[in-house]
Nanobody
């Protein structure tokens, strides 16, 4: 059984920063990708960023490029999403997930296990 546990969400003012963590257990992530998605009220869940675990190569959505950085710690089996220069429109529940395929980093359909989500609220 794979478990993904997110942490690090909270309330922050516009322009501030947060770092989300996603701790994975029950699966060696070597050939997988870890992705971050977000879902605001009344909106579809959208791709934010993904990282290929073994190579460390990252893909980041245009909407957060230059502000968000994805990384991982192999020893801790934990992924991170560093969010800087936060805007009110970044407010959402953020989810991490794992993708066992070598393709589809930006598509939620390729992800099989999901965390419970962590709320990020950015006030103006």
């Amino acid at each position: 059984q794979v478990q993904l546990v997110e942490s690090g969400g909270g309330l922050v003012q516009a322009g501030g920063s947060l770092r989300l963590s996603c701790a994975a257990s029950g699966r060696f992530l070597g050939n997988y990708a870890m992705g971050w998605f977000r879902q605001a009220p009344g909106k579809e869940r959208e791709f934010v960023a993904a990282i290929r675990w073994s190579a460390g190569t990252a893909t980041v959505a245009d909407s957060v490029k230059g502000r968000f950085t994805i990384s991982r710690d192999n020893a801790k089996n934990t992924g991170y999403l560093q969010m800087n220069s936060l805007k009110p429109e970044d407010t959402a529940v953020y989810y991490c997930a794992t993708n066992p395929k070598p393709i589809g980093a930006m598509s939620r359909n390729f992800y099989d296990y999901w965390g419970q989500g962590t709320q990020v609220t950015v006030s103006s």
